[in-house]
């Protein structure tokens, strides 16, 4: 009977041991704390993202990523690089000056708003610097309006989401 405890106890440990190490290096759970990606993601929704392979140096246009933020973590969409002028004018994005198209924006969402889905603005990102918006831009706090650019190393997960209530 002292064996079997023992064995019990050694694999209630290991099993403990090994969730947190997953949870702390490779995987975190991360909580959509807002609605600024819906309807791609709904808030109070939760998504598991890998931060064991942070490949910062690939991000791409149009990725999503969980960016660590005075607030806590927040989820959006990389709309622009490192040493890129920004302009979005009568609802169409400018990197750069050619335009951008956002492929990744639900379309019919997009048309039930009675107003321009994106007021016009201008920025620049410079060197590690990446520009951030939600995918709901009427209740999205992102580059545009007080988070500013995002700083490469603030960024903890770009693209590489385990899974997710979408």
Do not use: C, W
């Not at 290096?25 to 600024?36: E, G, Q, S, T, Y």
């Not at 209740?139 to 903890?156: A, T």
Request: glycine share 6%; charged share 25%.
């Amino acid at each position: 009977m002292n064996k079997y405890f023992f064995k019990i106890i050694v694999s209630l440990f290991v099993l403990s041991f090994s969730v947190f190490v997953s949870v702390s290096f490779v995987v975190r759970p991360v909580k959509v704390n807002d609605n600024a990606m819906y309807p791609a993601y709904k808030k109070d929704s939760y998504i598991l993202v890998n931060v064991f392979n942070k490949t910062t140096s690939k991000i791409s246009k149009g990725d999503v990523v969980v960016v660590k933020t005075n607030d806590g973590y927040k989820v959006r969409r990389i709309i622009a690089l490192p040493r890129t002028k920004i302009k979005m004018l009568n609802d169409e994005l400018y990197l750069s000056d050619n335009r951008a198209f956002e492929e990744y924006l639900n379309q019919e969402y997009m048309a039930s708003k009675s107003h321009p889905f994106t007021k016009d603005f201008y920025a620049e990102t410079g060197e590690n610097e990446y520009f951030v918006m939600g995918d709901n831009r009427d209740d999205s706090f992102d580059s545009r309006n007080g988070m500013g650019v995002i700083n490469k190393k603030d960024i903890i997960s770009a693209g590489v989401f385990i899974g997710g209530d979408k």
